[in-house]
């Protein structure tokens, strides 16, 4: 299967580099020099990878990868940036890009990325083809359409936030610190952005829980991390 990179890259030399070598991997790759065309791109192609770097022309990769998250399609993110500063990393992670690269990159380190990235969404489209819907008190879990309802009422989450909350429903009980969500939900090589974790766990029970103050599904183990609430159960439906 020939996978589909959109490389959004403003400087031709980088550009190039990366089509080259992720042609070597035998990916098809289509290039936008600016963020409005990439949009364009992304829009109206699917594709299997977005490589989006961060300071862009006529649109930047903060708000582009922002406006694609409001969308209702889900296309992976690496994000290039040529600052160092964590601010823009927590942000961009935050804003649902999926991994992040700091320029000057070695062309090895990139490519693993890549298939990093790729094994974790064959992965998860794996586990969600072979899953059941879970029920869970007043939660239906739809896990093949990715869709969840509270009392009936279908909930709008991110991908993110969908990843999270699965994977708390498929281990009831099961208490996880925040860097083993990190590297579940994110993928290895995020060690010191735990905060991610928070914010995404504080928008999930704004969604789903009656009072986000008072959770009923996921719950806050003191000085360990979060659980799915065992009492309620995940059942097949």
Not at 30 to 44: I, Q, R
Not at 65 to 78: N, V
Not at 80 to 102: F, H, N, P
Request: glycine share 10%; aromatic share 6%; hydrophobic share 45%.
């Amino acid at each position: 299967m020939t996978r589909k990179i959109l490389v959004i890259e403003d400087n031709p030399d980088i550009a190039k580099l990366l089509a080259v070598n992720l042609g070597d991997l035998g990916c098809e790759v289509a290039l936008a020099a600016d963020g409005l065309a990439g949009l364009h791109a992304a829009e109206t192609e699917r594709h299997d990878l977005i490589i989006l770097d961060l300071m862009l022309p006529k649109l930047e990769g903060l708000e582009l990868c922002r406006r694609l998250r409001a969308g209702a399609d889900y296309t992976p993110i690496l994000m290039l940036t040529a600052k160092s500063s964590e601010v823009d990393r927590v942000v961009g992670l935050e804003m649902g890009a999926d991994d992040y690269l700091t320029k000057p990159f070695s062309v090895r380190e990139l490519l693993a990325r890549v298939k990093a990235i790729f094994r974790r969404a064959e992965g998860f489209a794996k586990r969600e083809k072979e899953a059941r819907p879970l029920v869970a008190g007043g939660m239906k879990i739809d896990v093949e359409k990715r869709s969840v309802t509270v009392a009936g009422k279908p909930v709008d989450l991110t991908a993110k936030e969908f990843d999270l909350l699965l994977q708390f429903a498929q281990h009831p009980g099961r208490v996880y610190s925040r860097q083993q969500l990190l590297d579940l939900v994110w993928g290895h090589g995020h060690i010191g952005y735990e905060h991610t974790v928070n914010s995404h766990i504080n928008r999930l029970r704004g969604k789903i829980e009656g009072d986000p103050a008072k959770p009923d599904y996921v719950l806050t183990v003191w000085g360990v991390g979060y659980k799915f609430n065992d009492a309620l159960g995940a059942r097949g439906a």
